[in-house]
């Protein structure tokens, strides 16, 4: 009887995520705080009695493709009782009101810096059906009030937000604007949330920040962290995102040194572009031969070590001549994973004022800078093959005797198998594979490992 009535008062939440691996802890998060007002969570949009559209403005259309969503849900809707809807993320932020005034079927907005107020907002909409713009840069409160909230992520990867915001000022980025200004969490309570995630199975964690590596907490930095964290004996692999450059200290390139058998050897360092000239106009305070010192000095420490990174195609001012020093670096780095995009001016940023390059140019330019990293990336994938990797395993893939993991450079990886294999690290041998994804069979004997380097 008592658990028919607390069926009958559970309400179901669906949350669409866009953006940032940021976005996706955000939207965990927010689960984990509704369901302490009985919201669970569904996967079915035509169950949802809360509808939250969690929302990035990195680039154009970011807001069209609010409207359309919203549109979309609305004609799912018609005729029957309309969901709450809140718009959480970085477009929230910056275009909060102006979403409000035109989307009516809108029920409140919300920042990045003041989801923790979520069930207020939502139990006030319940009763008085207020409209709601909650846009405050209040971190510190969020976190300190999210702390009371066990975090619930059971998957066998899990990220965990350790910094946000950004001072960096990129004249192309809107991030500073809709984060607000660099703030690290405390390391206790950050190992709190590891140890919570522990329990519910989690074995890797990728530490997240927009600068993920400009963490300082009480003189703690990132290195510092990744120490305490590799002491807990059920985390079996760390990785973190996003670093920036600048912020690439000496004890940061010493941990991965140190700590070879955890620290995983990918690591995600944006450059944006190949030009000096660029780089300076982009004011991204430092130069190619930085970033390449850098580069060397994680390779002297630890030869496995592979990069990715991000670029910006067609910035104000980029010539063909700064456009093929940023092939010429691709193939000296043999990024083994780019995110490229054309330019994309945003309003409010210093750059929205320069001139643009021709579009046609900018495509033209992302198509020949895609078609060549894609080459590096199937290089790097085939001179896998017929070697052992170490793969976690994550998931048993529906309907088949298949489970998929990923290698220590996040490749994902097939094997058939009956066996449950989640959670669990195994040799595995290559067979083959595409652009995508890698096939191959555990390893039943024990071998000595001969990977890439
Ligand atoms: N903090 C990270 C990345 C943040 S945004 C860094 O400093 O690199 C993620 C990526 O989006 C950026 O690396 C950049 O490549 C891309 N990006 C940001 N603003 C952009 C814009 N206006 N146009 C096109 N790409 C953009
Ligand atoms: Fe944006 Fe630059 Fe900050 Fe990265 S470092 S978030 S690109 S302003
Ligand atoms: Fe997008 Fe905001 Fe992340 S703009 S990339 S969701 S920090």
Do not use: W
């Not at 691996?21 to 919201?39: G, P, V």
């Not at 029957?80 to 809807?85: F, H």
């Not at 199937?378 to 070697?387: D, E, I, M, R």
């Amino acid at each position: 009887m008592a658990l028919k009535l607390k069926n009958n008062l559970e309400k179901k939440i669906f949350i669409k995520t866009f953006g940032c691996q940021m976005n996706e802890y955000d939207s965990n998060r927010i689960y984990d705080l509704a369901k302490s007002i009985n919201y669970t969570k569904t996967n079915e949009l035509d169950k949802a009695d809360c509808y939250v559209l969690n929302t990035c403005h990195i680039r154009e259309k970011a807001t069209d493709k609010v409207y359309h969503d919203i549109g979309r849900v609305k004609k799912n809707f018609r005729g029957r009782k309309k969901p709450i809807i809140v718009v959480t993320g970085c477009v929230a932020q910056a275009e909060g009101d102006i979403l409000l005034d035109r989307e009516k079927y809108i029920d409140a907005v919300i920042g990045p810096q003041s989801f923790h107020k979520f069930n207020q907002v939502i139990k006030n909409i319940e009763k008085k059906s207020l409209k709601e713009n909650l846009t405050d840069f209040d971190v510190k409160e969020k976190f300190d009030t999210l702390n009371y909230y066990k975090n619930s992520d059971s998957s066998v990867s899990s990220f965990l937000t350790i910094q946000e915001g950004c001072d960096k000022f990129c004249k192309f980025c809107v991030v500073p604007y809709t984060r607000g200004t660099e703030f690290s969490r405390p390391i206790n309570e950050l190992i709190k949330e590891v140890k919570d995630l522990v329990s519910n199975g989690v074995k890797e964690i990728t530490l997240l920040g927009q600068n993920v590596n400009a963490y300082n907490y009480n003189e703690k930095k990132l290195s510092n962290l990744i120490s305490e964290i590799s002491k807990i004996k059920d985390i079996k692999r760390i990785r973190y995102t996003t670093s920036h450059p600048i912020d690439f200290t000496e004890d940061l390139i010493e941990a991965h040194r140190g700590n070879k058998k955890k620290l995983m050897p990918l690591i995600h360092l944006p450059v944006q572009s190949g030009s000096n000239k660029i780089l300076k106009a982009m004011n991204r305070k430092h130069t190619i031969e930085d970033y390449l010192e850098i580069i060397n000095k994680l390779k002297a420490v630890n030869p496995m070590i592979r990069f990715s990174s991000d670029f910006i195609i067609g910035y104000p001012g980029e010539t063909e001549n700064d456009f093929s020093d940023t092939l010429k670096l691709l193939n000296k780095v043999e990024f083994i994973n780019c995110y490229s995009f054309i330019y994309s001016p945003r309003l409010g940023t210093p750059a929205a004022k320069l001139s643009e390059v021709d579009h046609n140019i900018s495509k033209k330019r992302l198509l020949t800078f895609q078609n060549t990293a894609e080459k590096i990336k199937l290089k790097f994938k085939k001179n896998l093959f017929q070697k052992t990797a170490l793969v976690l395993f994550e998931n048993k893939l529906k309907n088949k005797d298949e489970f998929f993991g990923r290698d220590e450079y996040s490749n994902s990886v097939i094997v058939k198998t009956k066996e449950n294999l989640k959670g669990k690290i195994k040799e595995v041998e290559i067979k083959g594979g595409n652009q995508n994804t890698l096939f191959g069979e555990i390893n039943k004997k024990l071998s000595k490992r001969n990977l890439v380097a």
